[in-house]
């Protein structure tokens, strides 16, 4: 069985004081339920995911002397440079990705279809590398929504980056009169998934949790919420 938790950075690029506070709450509760025991840490390279990912680092039961490792490819999408894009959409728009995910705002920016690919790539090499394993990846909101299609089966197909856009190739695949939406990822939610044996020589990636940051509810309140008391009825790696 492999276990795959995605945590989503917290406030900041550094972090704030609101993001520290919002990766402590995340680490206490950790602490506390020992609800992820890892045996890898990876984070993306971007500054507010690695201090991020080194604040809750000590929560993850983690064998000592095990090293954080740091992967550009589960960065955030390229969005190219501001003065360019500022320069080419002043209304602060960008390409009409509906009618064309392939289509890049900016030269030297991704497109969500190149966005996605990229964390496909990335997602089918660590998962790979680390099968059997309790891999933690601190990481971002879209990393977090282009993994939901790439376990889905569907990062061929469409492309995500805030929604699921079908790519025009696919159109009359996955063509639809809505679009599927990805709720706003939280500051240090946890996305759990989970690959089992399955059945018919297939295995089977299951969806466990999506976006629970429920550690973030006390964040400006008195009362704290108490994890020690929900310990032994928090989902733990491995669990059945």
Not at 42 to 62: D, E, F
Not at 87 to 92: A, E, F, I, K, N
Not at 162 to 182: N, S, V
Not at 186 to 210: C, K, M, N, Q
Request: charged share 20%.
């Amino acid at each position: 069985m492999t276990q795959l938790y995605l945590i989503r950075h917290a406030s900041g690029g550094p972090l704030t004081e609101l993001g520290v506070r919002q990766a402590e709450r995340l680490r206490d509760r950790l602490a506390a339920t020992g609800e992820i025991r890892a045996d890898v840490l990876i984070s993306s390279t971007m500054l507010r995911a690695s201090q991020t990912a080194q604040i809750v680092a000590p929560a993850l039961g983690l064998t000592a002397g095990t090293p954080m490792v740091l992967d550009d490819e589960i960065v955030e999408r390229h969005a190219g440079d501001p003065a360019e894009l500022a320069r080419r959409w002043p209304d602060g728009g960008g390409p009409n990705w509906v009618v064309d995910p392939h289509a890049a705002p900016v030269p030297g920016s991704e497109s969500p279809s190149a966005f996605t690919r990229r964390v496909s790539r990335a997602l089918a090499r660590i998962t790979a590398e680390h099968a059997g394993k309790t891999v933690v990846i601190v990481c971002h909101g879209g990393v977090i929504g282009s993994a939901t299609l790439y376990f889905a089966g569907l990062d061929t197909a469409a492309a995500c980056y805030a929604r699921m856009f079908p790519l025009p190739e696919h159109l009359p695949l996955l063509g639809r009169p809505w679009l599927l939406g990805f709720r706003a990822i939280e500051y240090t939610s946890i996305t759990h998934w989970r690959r089992d044996a399955g059945g018919g020589g297939l295995p089977v990636w299951e969806l466990e949790r999506f976006n629970d940051a429920l550690h973030l509810r006390d964040l400006d309140s008195d009362q704290r919420l108490n994890w020690s008391a929900l310990r032994p009825t928090m989902p733990r790696a491995g669990a059945t």
